[in-house]
Each structure stands twice: as structure tokens, then as C-alpha cells.
């Protein structure tokens, strides 16, 4: 399994920016793929998740509404859609792969406790006031 993650910057708070994670090694309907966050000093987040297994989707609290997760399965490329960014959304994202049948709400509600298997490298964004 293996995870490229791309796409980050530097952009102002309000604008947009769109990560991807280039996934191989594994077939997409039997996984869940989520976007992490870290910023300096403060613990891991999960920002966003989708299951391979039912196609739900997850969103923490902070971003939702902002940030819309998709995939494209013939490309196995997840996207990761950031928009009204604010300074608070600057970390190093990171993208990752579990194998699960569960639903993403399901998955990521036990992330903390069960760490996702796989991971890409991170790709940092930095959001300017």
C-alpha cells in the first residue's frame, strides 16, 4: 500500500486550496481512506474520512461545511477540497488507508484507539491572516 499526498501551500485565510492522495496497492472499496492534520504542538486530527465499503463520508466539526472529500476510483486518487480556509487550518495534512468494512463516522470514531495502518507522507498547509 502506498499513499502520495500533494497539493499543499501557503494560500490567505478565505481561499481554497484542493489536496490529493494518489493511493495504490489495494482496492478502494474495501478501504477507508481519511485526511489527518497535525499542527505544531498539538495533537493529531482527523479532518475527513470516506469508506470504500459505502461511500459515507466524514467531517470533523471544524471543517464541515469548508472541506469536501471525494474520490476518483479509476484513478485512485482521494481529494481533499478546502475551501473559507482559516489560519487555524494550517498544519501538515496527511493522508491515510485502513482496511475496514465499516461506515467513515464509524472508523474515525475509533481512530485515536486504533490507528490507521497506512500512511502517505504529509504535505503541509499554511494559511496567512
Known amino acids: 500500500v502506498q499513499l502520495q499526498a500533494s497539493g499543499g501551500g501557503l494560500v490567505q485565510a478565505g481561499g481554497s486550496l484542493r489536496l490529493s492522495c494518489a493511493a495504490s496497492g489495494f482496492r478502494f472499496d474495501q478501504y477507508a481512506i481519511a485526511w489527518f492534520r497535525q499542527a505544531p504542538g498539538k495533537e493529531r486530527e482527523g479532518v475527513a474520512c470516506i469508506s470504500g465499503t459505502d461511500g459515507s463520508t466524514y467531517y470533523a466539526d471544524s471543517v464541515k461545511g469548508r472541506f469536501t472529500m471525494s474520490s476518483d476510483t479509476a484513478t485512485k486518487t482521494v481529494y481533499l477540497q478546502m475551501n473559507s480556509l482559516k489560519p487555524a487550518d494550517t498544519a501538515v495534512y496527511y493522508c491515510?488507508?485502513?482496511?475496514?468494512?465499516?461506515?467513515?463516522?464509524?472508523?474515525?470514531?475509533?481512530?485515536?484507539?486504533?490507528?490507521?495502518?497506512?500512511w502517505g507522507q504529509g504535505t503541509l498547509v499554511t494559511v496567512s491572516s
Open positions: 491515510a488507508a485502513d482496511q475496514t468494512g465499516w461506515s467513515a463516522l464509524e472508523r474515525m470514531k475509533i481512530a485515536q484507539l486504533s490507528p490507521f495502518d497506512y
